[in-house]
């Protein structure tokens, strides 16, 4: 199987493609086919029992990160298309669902961080990476950062639409919902497969940079006013959750459902807001007991 567009890609006459297949245990590969789709070279069995969860190819380069129990990030040597070869890899804790270049020696990733257990590992907060891949035996992580708790999430780590970044203003942007563990509740430790209840959605605004590596400028939400609703209701299926993220000139704009508000790039000061139509389903679970019912969800138009 191939796991999205970025497993792909064609370079110098040639189609690249990175696969895990799955028989008694799962394995790894990369194939090189030339324009008539005639294999000329490959590169088989890469970290067996793990699958892959992102993957990027950036000219004679390509970067693979599998993952059962820690994140192995592999950088591939593809100069020779008819032999590809395993440069060196790095392992570090967590995965990345989402590789982005920041140049051509450095690259960010979206995922979750784990924590390992027996046999397997549960996942954690949301988890940006940054990584040094100029010694290509040797790939480093120069820096991360971890939000929130077991139970957070990004549409980043299933839509690369949702990630915003400019190398040039150093400027990173990406929704999220958070969710927090109350350690009170675990007065024995709070144990890694505890989820965290959700607290807070919109974007987290980072500046990055190679000097001084992923900093956090501020954060913007559109959820002013919980209502009457439960917050978890509101959190999980609001139309005031930011999905999007884009600038023009020295303007940033956030951008939800029911709202786009714009917020100066320099200093992430309010500047307007412009509400929209839109329309709301309160699932019956979240309702008053006296008004629940047979009530059926909107139509998908």
Known sequence: MVLNQFSMDEYNGYFRVATTTQERTSRNHIYILDMDLNTVGSLEDLAP???????????????????????PLFVIDLSDPRYPEELGYLKVTGYSDYLHPYDENHLIGIGKETTEEGEFAWYQGVKISLFDVSDVNNPR??????????????????????????????????????????????PYGVPAWAYGEPVWQGTYVFHVSLDTGIGLDGRITHIENLGDLEEDYYYYYSPFSVERSLYIDDVLYTISQAKIKMNSLENLDYINEVELPYSTWTPPDYLPEESRGDEEPPPDS
């Open 49 to 71: 029992g793990e699958t892959i969860y992102s993957a990027r190819f950036m000219g004679e380069k390509g970067y693979l990160v599998t993952f059962k129990q820690v994140d």
């Open 141 to 186: 992580e120069i820096d991360k950062e971890i939000i929130g708790h077991r139970g957070t999430d990004s549409p980043v780590l299933w839509d690369h639409k949702a990630f915003l970044f400019d190398k040039s203003k150093n400027l990173m942007v990406i929704p999220v919902l958070v969710a927090e563990i109350d350690e009170s509740e675990y």
